[in-house]
């Protein structure tokens, strides 16, 4: 007897795929970076880094996944770990004022959060990777998230939210990198523009 569960499983897992590679990944030029510099050393108000973790080779999540035991996810490798850190370098000699660092739940979002050491990292479980969904976009953690980043517009210092590629796409539209991100700004009409990209790491 055909598992009707596993068969849709795999359906929204090829989908999912399709996603991934569907996506345009966001490269930064100097236009996009350009943002920036106007922001250094400053206390800008509206404005949110929606990062992705860093380097955690794979795709998905194991069949075993649990999300209090990080042995059974997707990790940081040695690279995505010094990639998480100077991106948190970078941060830091822009010298602008964070307000607030939340992430996934996920082990790789939670540890990429922890090592930018640019503030106390709080857990969103609206930022949870949304790999398994059948809709993203549609999502309610998408909802969510877009309702936060509206309602920041007008508050000051600099939001980071550590999340998955997924996740930002279905916010964003764009794609991005592991270890990279997409700066953006909502206006009072509810629309949330890409102002800015961080930039291309090095490996």
Do not use: M
């Given at each position: 007897m055909i598992n009707l569960g596993k068969v849709m499983k795999v359906f929204r897992r090829s989908a999912i795929y399709l996603l991934l590679t569907c996506l345009p990944?966001?490269?930064?030029?100097?236009?996009?970076?350009?943002?920036?510099?106007?922001?250094?050393?400053?206390?800008?108000?509206?404005?949110?880094?929606?990062?992705?973790?860093?380097?955690?080779?794979?795709?998905?999540?194991?069949?075993?996944?649990?999300?209090?035991?990080?042995?059974?996810?997707?990790?940081?490798?040695e690279i995505g770990r010094a990639d998480a850190k100077a991106i948190g370098l970078w941060l830091k000699r822009r010298d602008i004022k964070i307000a607030r660092v939340e992430s996934s739940r996920w082990c790789r979002a939670k540890e990429s959060a922890q090592l930018l050491d640019i503030g106390k990292v709080r857990l969103n479980s609206n930022l949870d990777s949304l790999f398994e969904s059948a809709d993203p976009a549609k999502s309610i953690q998408t909802i969510r998230v877009k309702k936060q980043i509206v309602d920041y517009r007008n508050k000051s210092g600099l939001l980071v939210l550590v999340g998955h590629y997924i996740n930002i796409g279905a916010v964003t539209g764009v794609g991005v990198e592991s270890g990279e991100g997409v700066l953006v700004k909502a206006d009072s009409k509810g629309k949330i523009t890409v102002v800015g990209m961080t930039p291309k790491l090095n490996r």
């Open positions: 990944i966001q490269s930064s030029f100097a236009n996009e970076l350009a943002i920036w510099d106007q922001l250094q050393g400053t206390n800008p108000k509206g404005y949110v880094l929606l990062l992705r973790h860093a380097l955690a080779p794979g795709v998905g999540d194991p069949e075993n996944f649990k999300l209090n035991d990080c042995s059974t996810q997707r990790n940081l490798s």
